[in-house]
Nanobody, 111 residues
Framework: VQLVESGGGLVQPGGSLRLSCAAS????????MSWYRQAPGKERDLVGS????????YYTDSVKGRFTISRDNAKNTVYLQMNSLKPEDTAVYYC?????WGQGTQVTVSS
């Protein structure tokens, strides 16, 4: 199993970013996917999840209405669209499935 996140960067408050997680080594369309984030000095927390078909999603309260998880099973990729970003969204973002983690991508929200 390999998960490779990309798309992080520095963005101003109120801005947007789209993260991608390219998956390989397993039958992507059979598994739900999750995004987590870890801010400096804090635990890694769940941001949200999507079912294997993409028909259902879950979001933690702090990102509801601002973040959207989607997936393209033909491309073995899951996305995290982040809008209206806040400084408190600053963290390393990871994708996760069946106990495997990517290397993470840094998102910094700052003016």
């Amino acid at each position: 199993v390999q998960l490779v996140e990309s798309g992080g960067g520095l963005v101003q408050p109120g801005g947007s970013l789209r993260l991608s997680c390219a998956a390989s080594g397993f039958t992507f369309s059979s598994y739900g996917m999750s995004w987590y984030r870890q801010a400096p000095g804090k635990e890694r927390d769940l941001v949200g999840s999507i079912t294997n078909t993409g028909s259902h999603t879950y979001y933690t309260d702090s990102v509801k209405g601002r973040f959207t998880i989607s997936r393209d099973n033909a491309k073995n990729t899951v996305y995290l669209q982040m809008n209206s970003l806040k400084p408190e969204d600053t963290a390393v973002y990871y994708c996760n499935t069946i106990g495997h983690w990517g290397q993470g991508t840094q998102v910094t929200v700052s003016s």
